[in-house]
């Protein structure tokens, strides 16, 4: 079961997120510091899913911006890193040629 | 009041901020703007407001005063503002949230809503955050949503039931009719959301499982058969453009098909046959050469792992998570090992053929990987191949992380106990492991390590000559040297004497060897517990050596100034042991006995209290119960004539001090007091459960029922030997049985042994005695405990034997016991 879906900037600046289990809004802030935290520091040949708590995190990287989900374990792995990749090329079509910019304006369009 | 801002600006604006706070500001200044706004009942721009409150939100400020405004949104007749408002809805609202239950009215509008997109809205919006109240109000009218001919809608309502089943099991029977058609679609939409609705109807209920493995129709519906033929769809038919992935169709609805037929499939042999074909197609037709491929094959190699498939699938299954294993790619290894992981109980042989491979992947960059890798590794290794496996592991213990280090250490230590082909390359191995990771291992592994040792009997020359070398050079290691300095303590004869017959002997002199445990004493890398250790050893040097024997004693009385209260304590009773009762010391610093393995900390726990002068410190340890070798037990066996008694091994009374002098207790107390685990073995020197004076108190241990009656179990020749029981409450097939041996003769008796034998139904474990020698006139006893471990609550017997000195002449006497009283053994 999909926890959690996260874009998050190499700043540290979430550009989307949507929870799909109840999180303190003051922890939100946290667990994605951490996370971001966490992908920033593996280098690129390494494996793209890490062991966080209690649930895995698989994430990808496109240019400035990590797509991170967070997943228990019932799920498999690499086809929510496909899915990932899925969305991405969905709003590479949607706005012709998506860039963080784009994400940060359209929200709601991309909440929907 | 001006328009207010639009989104866009405000997200502009708020990129313009350098810093965290002139971002806090930013936002307060509009959420002030837009609470004002709210308060002036704004038609026109509420939606904007919203939308940028849902920014903010984003961000992580407080929002809450948002969601009366999204209720409102909802209710308007604007296509816009229901939007933002249901949204403002899904990310706001929640249960927990009193103001939900409003919108309940709205979204039963909503449905029947005339515009399918309104529709839409409403069914995501419940799917996401409804209540459980909001959903059995509401599940009507989504099942009758359910079985429209409209897919856009279909699919979304069958997602709101999944939400609807989660939250409101009972519900689940309503939307059994509806799925029945579902999967007749063409639409993959529809068909992907309904195969997650079976999916989480088969996990939630297993009735609606077995409903669905066996459901029979004439139409021929059967569910694993159609899930067949969609799946054998989706491979064969050619490139469709709109549900393609790089080359394949529609990957995520084949996974998720995979996924319901690996829980239709589990433990259920008709649907598992059903499926063998497909699987196997799928696992050889897929292209392997994109991502998306691999995690096709990934699931079905799951599923093949899950149901009952044959042997032969099973095999294709292992090799292609073999080949996983050869990729380049780090996602997919990782996957391969943890599968392999997950199936290495159940098909081991298929696995070891990979063996190399995963040794492979320990030396792999990637923290995940070798994490993986290493507890392969650990369940692969097996009687053939300990050896290789082991000098991999050992080789990856050095190289690794600090984070790996405690688990690989202890997993080395299981297998080598579990597999170790001679008992010199298990304590080879071991050395080798303190001596890499020493300071990593954790605590429990030292008394393990020396209870190894003193097992391993002939060894114990080769042992201390290693552990001598490991030290000489560098002792920053504790545990390995905590090892040593009790091994040296122990064995220090040995190591001087120069026999050794595994290695080449070192010339070591008595001075040599004290030199180092004096260093370990003074060093500032020694933890206090270290130092404890290296005293304790040296101690019991001084009756091991010959011609040191003052050079320790002036160590010892060095220490008894120590600022350390532990080591000060220790010195100073020493010291004691030197001036007033030399005439123990030998018998006190005996060599150990090889010590039974503790497991658990059963019923069986003892508390001991301290000597008398030290009355209000309680402690407790489990005793490990000293075992005697075989040949005493055979000689009872021999007396006793063989019927069914099983011989009873007593503990050793080798090192008996005498009936206590206060200072004698002090020493054995104190020496338990010592709190921390690792020292466990350190109080040993004399008799493991010495402190009998502390079992007649014995809390655990209550006398049920106002007392059992206490029997005389022998009297003769002046010896009455009395039998008190006690029952545990914790363990009631434990009888505790305390004798007290008394000697009415003029003369005392000495060397007194008291031994017992049950039948075959009884285990029996003696304690040791409180002493060997019984004064005259009935003017002291002597006290043991035994304890009887009766399952199978028979009537207790017991033979015993006893020998002591009696008037110059030995004595002995075989004797039975039958005189039970019931309430001791029902």
Not at chain 1, 79 to 94: P, Q, R, S, W
Request: aromatic share 6%; hydrophobic share 40%; glycine share 4%.
């Amino acid at each position: 079961m999909i926890k959690f879906f996260l874009m998050v900037n190499r700043q540290g600046q979430t550009r989307l997120s949507r929870y799909y289990e109840h999180v303190e809004i003051n922890k939100r802030t946290m667990l994605e510091a951490e996370v971001i935290k966490n992908c920033l520091s593996r280098s690129n040949d390494q494996c793209s899913f890490i062991e966080y708590k209690d649930f895995k995190l698989v994430y990808r990287q496109y240019a400035a911006l990590f797509v991170v989900v967070g997943i228990d374990q019932t799920e498999n792995e690499m086809a929510v890193y496909e899915l990932i990749h899925n969305f991405v090329e969905v709003l590479d079509k949607y706005f012709s040629r998506v860039s963080e910019l784009d994400v940060s304006f359209s929200i709601s369009e991309i909440h929907l | 009041m001006p328009a207010p801002i639009r989104l866009r600006e405000l997200i502009r604006t708020i990129r313009t901020a350098r810093t965290q706070a002139e971002e806090r500001e930013m936002i307060q200044k509009e959420c002030a703007a837009i609470r004002s706004s709210f308060r002036e009942e704004d038609n026109t721009y509420r939606c904007r407001n919203v939308a940028k409150l849902l920014y903010m939100h984003m961000l992580g400020y407080p929002a809450h005063f948002g969601q009366l405004e999204c209720l409102k949104l909802i209710a308007s007749q604007k296509f816009t503002d229901k939007r933002i408002g249901y949204l403002g809805a899904m990310l706001l609202l929640d249960e927990r949230q009193d103001v939900h239950l409003l919108m309940t009215n709205c979204i039963k509008n909503d449905l029947n809503h005339s515009t399918q997109y309104v529709q839409g809205l409403a069914l995501c919006t419940l799917g996401c955050m409804g209540s459980s109240e909001m959903c059995r109000d509401l599940a009507g009218e989504v099942e009758k949503l359910l079985k429209t001919s409209n897919s856009y809608l279909r699919k979304k309502a069958a997602l709101c039931a999944v939400h609807v089943i989660r939250k409101v099991p009972e519900l689940m029977e309503m939307f059994l009719p509806a799925t029945k058609n579902l999967l007749n679609e063409k639409n993959h939409g529809v068909l992907h959301t309904s195969v997650v609705l079976l999916t989480e109807m088969c996990e939630r209920s297993p009735d609606m499982l077995a409903h669905f493995r066996k459901v029979r129709q004439l139409s021929s519906s059967q569910l694993v058969p159609q899930l067949v033929r969609i799946l054998k769809n989706l491979i064969m038919s050619g490139y469709s453009p709109e549900h393609d992935v790089s080359g394949i169709s529609d990957p995520f609805l084949q996974v998720r098909i995979l996924r319901l037929l690996r829980i239709l499939g589990r433990n259920d042999d008709d649907s598992s046959e059903a499926m063998n074909d497909i699987l196997a197609q799928v696992a050889t037709n897929t292209e392997t050469s994109k991502n998306v491929g691999n995690a096709i094959l990934y699931e079905t190699v799951l599923t093949i792992m899950d149901i009952k498939s044959e042997s032969g699938l099973r095999v294709l299954a292992i090799n292609i998570l073999g080949r996983f294993l050869l990729n380049n790619d780090k996602n997919i290894r990782y996957v391969a090992l943890t599968s392999l992981l997950k199936t290495v109980q159940t098909d081991h042989n298929a696995v070891q053929r990979h063996r190399s491979t995963i040794v492979d992947c320990l030396k792999d960059l990637d923290v995940s990987i070798k994490r993986r890798a290493m507890e392969l590794s650990f369940a692969l290794v097996n009687g053939n191949n300990v050896r290789g496996m082991m000098k991999e592991l050992l080789y990856f213990l050095d190289s690794c992380e600090p984070e790996f280090k405690a688990d690989c250490a202890s997993g080395i230590f299981l297998a080598a106990e579990k597999y170790a082909p001679s008992k010199r390359w298990h304590i080879d191995t071991i050395m080798r492991v303190l001596t890499t990771a020493g300071s990593y291992v954790r605590d429990d592994a030292v008394p393990n390590l020396i209870q190894l040792i003193t097992n391993s009997v002939e060894m114990h020359a080769y042992t201390v000559q290693r552990l001598y070398k490991a030290i000489l050079g560098d002792y920053s290691q504790q545990p390995l040297v905590q090892v040593a300095s009790w091994c040296i303590g122990e064995y220090g004869d040995l190591l001087v004497s120069g026999q050794c017959e595994e290695e080449e002997p070192i010339q070591v002199t008595e001075d040599e060897v004290l030199d180092i445990l004096e260093s370990v004493l003074i060093s500032n890398m020694s933890a206090s517990v270290t130092r404890g250790y290296a005293l304790t050893a040296i101690m019991k040097l001084s009756t091991r050596f010959t011609c040191t024997v003052n050079r320790i004693k002036k160590v010892v009385s060095i220490y008894g100034s120590s600022i350390d209260v532990e080591l000060q304590q220790r010195a100073v009773e020493y010291n004691a042991l030197f001036k007033k009762y030399d005439h123990m010391r030998p018998a006190l610093l005996e060599r150990m006995p090889v010590m039974e393995k503790v497991t658990t900390n059963g019923p069986t726990e003892v508390v001991q209290t301290n000597g008398e002068t030290e009355p209000a410190v309680l402690e407790t340890k489990p005793p490990p119960s000293g075992l005697q070798p075989a040949s005493q037990a055979n000689d009872l066996l021999d007396l006793l004539g063989g019927s069914d008694i099983t011989p009873v091994i007593p503990t050793a009374p080798t090192s008996k001090p005498a009936c206590a002098g206060g200072e004698l207790l002090d020493l054995l107390g104190d020496l338990n007091l010592t709190g921390s685990p690792v020292t466990a073995p350190a109080p040993q020197i004399a008799q493991p459960p010495f402190l009998l004076d502390g079992l007649t108190s014995q809390p655990l241990f209550n006398d049920v029922a106002a007392g059992i009656p206490s029997i005389t179990a022998y009297n003769k020749n002046g010896l009455k030997i009395d039998f008190t029981f006690e029952r545990s409450n914790t363990n009631p097939s434990v009888t505790v049985i305390t004798i007290q041996a008394s000697n009415s003769t003029e003369l005392e008796m000495t060397d007194f042994v008291f031994q017992a034998a049950v039948p075959k139904t009884f285990q029996l474990q003696l304690l040791s005695p409180s002493s060997s020698v019984i004064p005259a006139f009935n003017s002291g006893t002597i006290t043991q405990v035994i304890k009887v471990l009766n399952p199978q609550k028979q009537q207790l017997r017991m033979r015993i034997k006893l020998t002591y000195n009696h008037k110059g002449s030995a004595m002995q006497d075989l004797a039975e016991v039958n005189n039970f009283p019931p309430q001791s053994w029902q």
